[in-house]
């Protein structure tokens, strides 16, 4: 601190020592690497799905639910878009695109689900269903 003057200002810290980061309390070894980093030569770890996993699927089969509920979606708005007398027959394909994906969320792997998840299977489920079955009660109140 006695390196700076009196009248530095806001930006005085850049004159003098550097400021240390405390990462919410906690210290790590100087000596190890952060997490999500490995070492140089190390094996990488082999997770369910993953690029190195023998089990892991194929990139087509495991954005497959999600292909069949993008074509739902989009067949149901293209049935939609032929008439207003073909409405409440779109809207019930798009509804039950919606639910669909939430039990294909639901019931498969995490691996087989990837394009249809956000980040956690509960919050993800329950937003496919409110959704389809708020588009299914639609289609029901529709002439």
């Not at 240390?20 to 999500?36: L, Y």
Request: hydrophobic share 45%.
């Amino acid at each position: 601190m006695a390196s700076r003057s009196a009248n530095a200002g806001a930006d005085s810290w850049l004159a003098g020592a550097p400021l240390q980061a405390h990462h919410r309390g906690f210290h790590r070894n100087p000596g190890t690497p952060p997490r999500g980093h490995r070492a140089r030569g190390a094996a990488r770890s082999t997770h369910p799905g993953q690029p190195g996993d023998p089990k892991a699927p194929s990139r087509a089969l495991a954005s497959f639910p999600y292909l069949i509920v993008l074509a739902g979606v989009a067949a149901g708005l293209f049935v939609t878009w032929q008439g207003s007398q073909y409405a409440r027959l779109g809207t019930g394909l798009v509804g039950g695109a919606l639910l669909a994906a939430a039990a294909a969320r639901l019931l498969l792997p995490p691996r087989y689900t990837e394009l249809l998840s956000s980040r956690w299977k509960a919050p993800d489920v329950l937003a496919f269903a409110v959704l389809g079955a708020g588009v299914l009660a639609i289609a029901l109140v529709l002439p």
